[in-house]
């Protein structure tokens, strides 16, 4: 297992500014990802972060608006940038470890309120 | 496409209850299935999982048969608790080493004494 810590756990911005957000990891794993839960939805994947090349973003969504970093095997940050309130979401950072059958295991969320 | 399907909720039990939940899939192969469980003010946290056909991912009481012939992961706990309460999702990650989980809309389950 893994044990995933978030920074911050929520936070109210203004519209136009931009918010990181820090993933820590108790280990070291090589993949992690970044999912967005809006209010009241599931979960979707914005992008995978492998350490050591840049991120790889799903569909929908592009790097200029959330600039990801992956300097170590423990640490990830994701940036939303130039917020407006549709963004306004949880962000969940994960990771995948465990061997042969591999597991997710998610941080416990950021609370994200753009006005 | 990869999808997957789940009853809509909310669902209201009484404690001591039995529970069901719905979840169907699309995918294409033999995809992984997960069931992950989100408490209040808490993350996600992977609740049982199945890897092949006919296999029963089991935990805290949960029970889900992976189900190829109906496209099927159905969650199911013979007598739930008020501690059950909480939003549940269905998952699928597609055969042949992808990581990409895909969820459900997730199910809220609310259990009263």
């Known amino acids: 297992s893994a044990v995933i810590s978030q920074k911050p756990s929520r936070d109210i911005c203004q519209r136009g500014t931009s918010l990181t957000i820090q993933c820590q990891v108790d280990?070291?794993?090589?993949?992690m990802f970044w999912y967005r839960q809006q209010p009241g939805q599931s979960l979707t994947l914005i992008a995978t972060?492998?350490?050591?090349?840049?991120?790889?973003?799903e569909s929908g969504f592009v790097i200029d608006k959330f600039p990801i970093s992956r300097p170590n095997l423990t640490f990830s940050t994701l940036t939303v940038s130039n917020m407006s309130p549709e963004d306004s979401s949880i962000y969940l950072c994960?990771?995948?470890?465990?061997?042969?059958?591999?597991?997710?295991?998610f941080g416990p969320g950021t609370r994200l309120t753009v006005l | 496409g990869n999808s997957v399907t789940q009853m809509e909720g909310p669902v209201t039990l009484s404690e001591e209850a039995f529970l069901t939940i719905n979840c169907t899939y699309t995918?294409?192969?033999?995809?992984?299935l997960f069931w992950y469980v989100q408490y209040p003010g808490e993350g996600l946290q992977l609740l049982l999982k199945a890897t092949k056909a006919d296999d029963k991912g089991s935990n805290k009481g949960f029970e889900a048969t992976y189900r190829k012939e109906t496209t099927s992961f159905h969650l199911e706990k013979g007598s739930v608790q008020v501690s059950d309460s909480a939003v549940y999702f269905c998952a699928l990650r597609r055969a042949g080493g992808y990581n990409k989980l895909i969820f459900g809309a997730g199910t809220r389950l609310a259990v009263h004494p």
């Open positions: 995918a294409t192969g033999y995809p992984s």
């Open positions: 972060a492998n350490q050591g090349s840049e991120a790889t973003y």
């Open positions: 280990s070291q794993v090589t993949m």
């Open positions: 994960s990771v995948e470890t465990g061997s042969p059958y591999n597991e997710q295991f």
